[in-house]
Each structure stands twice: as structure tokens, then as C-alpha cells.
């Protein structure tokens, strides 16, 4: 079935540490992949997007993420965490014959001083 | 910077009762959605609406949910008789365009409690 998968809930990572949420997919052809962030209180924030071209992607807040079409996958990294980045995290995928977004679960991060 | 704005942050009704959850999208967007998310759920689709029109609609918009742009700038979700299973998240979205590259940039979102 199609589907976005974010096999982690919930990860707890010390600050200054790296971090990699997953997101995996499973569509006949490459959709269009975001990555939302949603802050306590605040709406869905895009931090960035692939399309096409270069599969690593460079974001807002020092996010990069990297399409991996052998894997479909679209993981969302960032070297160094700050407290600030504790928030839930959601995969979501567009496809050309809809105008929804399709959303993972979401990832839950925590982050520990 | 432009953004959603929807209006209220919470609400509160009673099983049967009829509720409007507002969105006020950025201003030169044209292309305008709402979605849902159930406590611990994913975010889903619910409806999307360009020119005065249902664009596309998910399985769980039912005759018992309405969308409308009343105005140039207020976009409205209306549940006429809500349902227990109706508590959860509503956000509303809008963007420039229809093409799954566009980027849809989402409210704070309305939380739904259906007593």
C-alpha cells in the first residue's frame, strides 16, 4: 500500500549531539518530499523540500536532509542539536495527481541539556 | 513574514452542535486546505478549494463537513452535527499554487473537543 513511514515515535537526544529522523516511502514514482516541524502552540513549518537535482537538501535551522532512491528514503539530519529543536517532526510526500500532502506519523524529539 | 491564521486556538462543543473553525490564509495565495489530525494520528487531508470550488475532497469529508470563503480573506471549515470522533487538530493550509511542488504553509491549527 502507499504509504510514508517515520519508524520512530520518539527520540531523545542530548544537546550538541547529531541527530537522523527516518522517512521512508512507498510510492511507484519519486514523490515530492517535505519535512514539516511543529513547535508546541505553532503551526507546521516547512524546513525544506525536495523535488529534483542534487539529493541532499539544505534547510532553515541547519537541516539537511537526503533522498536515497534505492532506499526511498528521505532522511532528515542535523550535526549539532540545539534545545530549541525539541518539537515534532513529520514527513509528508506530494504526488502530481493530488493536491493533498500525505503525512508520516511524525517523530517526536526531546532534547536533553 | 506572511502566515495562517486561524481562529479559535481551542473550542469546546457538545455532540450534535454545529461548529465553524476560521483561517485566514496569506493574502495572495489562492489555493486553500484543510486537514486533521487525531490525537496520536497522522495529519490527514480533509479538503482542498480554489475559485469558490471543492477541489478535491478525502473520504472523511462527508455532507456533514462544508467548506466556503465568505469573504476575500476568511476560509471556514463548518461540521454541522459533530461526532466524538470529530475531536482533534484542524489546520488549515494555503498556497500559491495547486502543483504538489508548492509549498503549503500551514496555521497553528483549531483543537476540537466534541463532548
Known amino acids: 500500500a502507499q504509504s510514508v513511514t517515520q519508524p520512530d515515535i520518539h527520540i531523545t537526544v542530548s544537546e550538541g549531539a547529531s541527530l537522523e529522523l527516518r522517512c521512508n516511502y512507498s510510492?511507484?514514482?519519486?514523490?515530492?518530499l517535505f519535512w514539516y516541524v511543529q513547535s508546541p502552540g505553532q503551526g507546521l513549518q516547512l524546513l525544506l523540500k525536495y523535488f529534483s537535482g542534487d539529493t541532499l537538501v539544505q534547510g532553515i535551522k541547519g537541516f539537511e536532509a537526503e533522498f536515497k532512491r534505492s532506499q526511498s528514503s528521505f532522511n532528515l539530519r542535523k550535526p549539532s542539536v540545539h534545545w530549541s529543536d525539541a518539537a515534532e517532526y513529520f514527513c509528508a510526500v506530494g504526488l502530481d495527481n493530488t493536491d493533498k500532502l500525505i503525512f508520516g506519523t511524525g517523530t517526536r524529539l526531546q532534547v536533553f541539556p | 513574514e506572511p502566515e495562517v491564521t486561524q481562529t479559535p486556538s481551542h473550542q469546546v462543543t457538545q455532540m450534535g452542535q454545529e461548529v465553524i473553525l476560521r483561517c485566514v490564509p496569506i493574502s495572495n495565495h489562492l489555493y486553500f486546505y484543510w486537514y486533521r489530525q487525531i490525537l496520536g494520528q497522522k495529519v490527514e487531508f480533509l479538503v482542498s478549494f480554489y475559485n469558490n470550488e471543492i477541489s478535491e475532497k478525502s473520504e472523511i469529508f462527508d455532507d456533514q463537513f462544508s467548506v466556503e470563503r465568505p469573504d476575500g480573506s476568511n476560509f471556514t471549515l463548518k461540521i454541522r452535527s459533530t461526532k466524538l470522533e470529530d475531536s482533534a487538530m484542524y489546520f488549515c493550509?494555503?498556497?500559491?499554487?495547486?502543483?504538489?511542488?508548492?509549498?503549503?504553509?500551514f496555521g497553528p491549527g483549531t483543537r476540537l473537543l466534541v463532548l
Open positions: 493550509a494555503s498556497s500559491g499554487a495547486a502543483t504538489a511542488k508548492e509549498t503549503q504553509y
Open positions: 510510492y511507484g514514482a519519486t514523490p515530492y
